[in-house]
Protein backbone atom coordinates (compact mmCIF):
# COMPACT_ATOMS: atom_id res chain seq x y z
CA UNK A 1 0.00 0.00 0.00
CA UNK A 2 1.21 2.97 -0.94
CA UNK A 3 2.56 5.59 2.30
CA UNK A 4 2.46 9.16 2.41
CA UNK A 5 5.31 11.13 3.88
CA UNK A 6 5.17 13.66 6.32
CA UNK A 7 7.53 16.75 6.82
CA UNK A 8 8.17 19.64 8.37
CA UNK A 9 7.38 18.85 11.96
CA UNK A 10 9.59 19.93 14.80
CA UNK A 11 9.75 21.99 18.01
CA UNK A 12 8.36 25.38 18.22
CA UNK A 13 7.35 28.13 20.94
CA UNK A 14 3.77 28.95 21.58
CA UNK A 15 2.58 31.73 18.99
CA UNK A 16 4.80 30.30 16.03
CA UNK A 17 4.20 28.92 13.01
CA UNK A 18 5.51 25.58 11.54
CA UNK A 19 3.91 24.21 7.88
CA UNK A 20 3.79 20.71 7.37
CA UNK A 21 4.01 18.79 4.23
CA UNK A 22 2.97 15.51 2.58
CA UNK A 23 4.25 13.70 -0.28
CA UNK A 24 2.92 10.53 -1.64
CA UNK A 25 6.26 9.38 -4.39
CA UNK A 26 4.96 7.14 -6.79
CA UNK A 27 1.38 7.89 -7.07
CA UNK A 28 -1.03 10.73 -7.55
CA UNK A 29 -3.48 11.17 -5.22
CA UNK A 30 -5.10 14.21 -7.26
CA UNK A 31 -8.42 13.09 -7.48
CA UNK A 32 -8.65 12.07 -3.56
CA UNK A 33 -9.95 14.00 -0.58
CA UNK A 34 -7.17 14.65 1.47
CA UNK A 35 -6.49 15.45 5.40
CA UNK A 36 -4.68 15.92 8.68
CA UNK A 37 -4.94 14.09 11.46
CA UNK A 38 -3.13 14.43 14.92
CA UNK A 39 -2.68 12.33 18.45
CA UNK A 40 -1.52 13.81 21.32
CA UNK A 41 0.02 11.33 23.85
CA UNK A 42 -2.19 9.46 25.71
CA UNK A 43 -5.02 10.21 23.66
CA UNK A 44 -7.12 8.61 20.40
CA UNK A 45 -6.30 10.48 16.88
CA UNK A 46 -8.77 13.14 16.05
CA UNK A 47 -9.93 14.74 12.96
CA UNK A 48 -7.56 18.19 12.30
CA UNK A 49 -8.61 19.31 8.93
CA UNK A 50 -9.47 17.74 5.15
CA UNK A 51 -10.01 19.21 1.28
CA UNK A 52 -11.88 17.89 -1.55
CA UNK A 53 -9.97 16.99 -4.49
CA UNK A 54 -9.85 20.81 -6.04
CA UNK A 55 -9.24 22.50 -3.54
CA UNK A 56 -12.04 24.72 -3.62
CA UNK A 57 -13.77 23.08 -0.21
CA UNK A 58 -11.86 22.73 3.09
CA UNK A 59 -12.99 21.86 6.51
CA UNK A 60 -12.03 22.08 10.05
CA UNK A 61 -11.92 21.26 13.67
CA UNK A 62 -13.37 24.08 16.28
CA UNK A 63 -9.96 23.82 17.90
CA UNK A 64 -7.79 24.74 15.20
CA UNK A 65 -10.32 26.88 12.77
CA UNK A 66 -9.07 30.05 12.70
CA UNK A 67 -5.46 29.38 13.22
CA UNK A 68 -4.47 26.23 10.57
CA UNK A 69 -4.96 26.32 6.59
CA UNK A 70 -4.90 23.53 4.46
CA UNK A 71 -3.99 23.58 0.79
CA UNK A 72 -2.64 20.82 -2.05
CA UNK A 73 -0.57 21.40 -4.83
CA UNK A 74 -2.16 18.48 -7.27
CA UNK A 75 0.60 19.15 -10.07
CA UNK A 76 3.17 18.68 -7.45
CA UNK A 77 0.91 15.62 -5.48
CA UNK A 78 1.83 17.83 -2.05
CA UNK A 79 -0.21 18.20 0.97
CA UNK A 80 -0.13 21.21 3.33
CA UNK A 81 -0.62 22.57 6.66
CA UNK A 82 0.22 25.77 8.05
CA UNK A 83 -0.19 26.12 11.19
CA UNK A 84 -0.19 29.91 12.85
CA UNK A 85 -0.44 30.37 16.71
CA UNK A 86 0.70 27.53 18.23
CA UNK A 87 -0.43 26.30 21.05
CA UNK A 88 0.74 23.83 24.14
CA UNK A 89 -2.22 21.84 23.20
CA UNK A 90 -1.77 21.10 19.42
CA UNK A 91 1.57 19.22 20.42
CA UNK A 92 1.25 16.12 18.93
CA UNK A 93 1.73 13.49 16.44
CA UNK A 94 0.42 14.87 12.52
CA UNK A 95 -0.72 12.65 9.86
CA UNK A 96 -1.35 12.50 6.68
CA UNK A 97 -4.25 10.97 4.92
CA UNK A 98 -5.98 10.23 1.99
CA UNK A 99 -9.10 8.72 0.39
CA UNK A 100 -10.82 8.31 -2.58
CA UNK A 101 -13.99 8.38 -0.93
CA UNK A 102 -13.55 9.92 2.57
CA UNK A 103 -15.73 12.71 3.92
CA UNK A 104 -14.40 16.02 3.35
CA UNK A 105 -16.22 17.08 6.13
CA UNK A 106 -15.29 15.00 8.56
CA UNK A 107 -11.92 13.12 7.56
CA UNK A 108 -14.24 9.66 7.70
CA UNK A 109 -13.14 6.90 4.97
CA UNK A 110 -9.21 7.67 4.42
CA UNK A 111 -7.71 4.76 3.73
CA UNK A 112 -3.53 6.25 2.73
CA UNK A 113 -1.86 6.94 5.39
CA UNK A 114 1.77 8.69 6.30
CA UNK A 115 3.86 7.39 9.62
CA UNK A 116 2.90 10.98 11.37
CA UNK A 117 5.42 13.80 11.85
CA UNK A 118 5.94 15.15 15.59
CA UNK A 119 5.47 18.84 17.05
CA UNK A 120 5.72 20.21 19.96
CA UNK A 121 4.76 23.09 21.61
CA UNK A 122 6.17 23.74 25.14
CA UNK A 123 3.95 25.43 27.73
Known amino acids: QVQLVESGGGLVQAGGSLRLSCAAPGRTLSTNVMGWFRQAPGKEREFVAAINWSGRSTHYADSVKGRFTISRDNAKNALYLQMNSLKPEDTARYYC????????????????WGKGTLVTVPS
Open 97 to 112: ASGRTASVTTGDGMDI
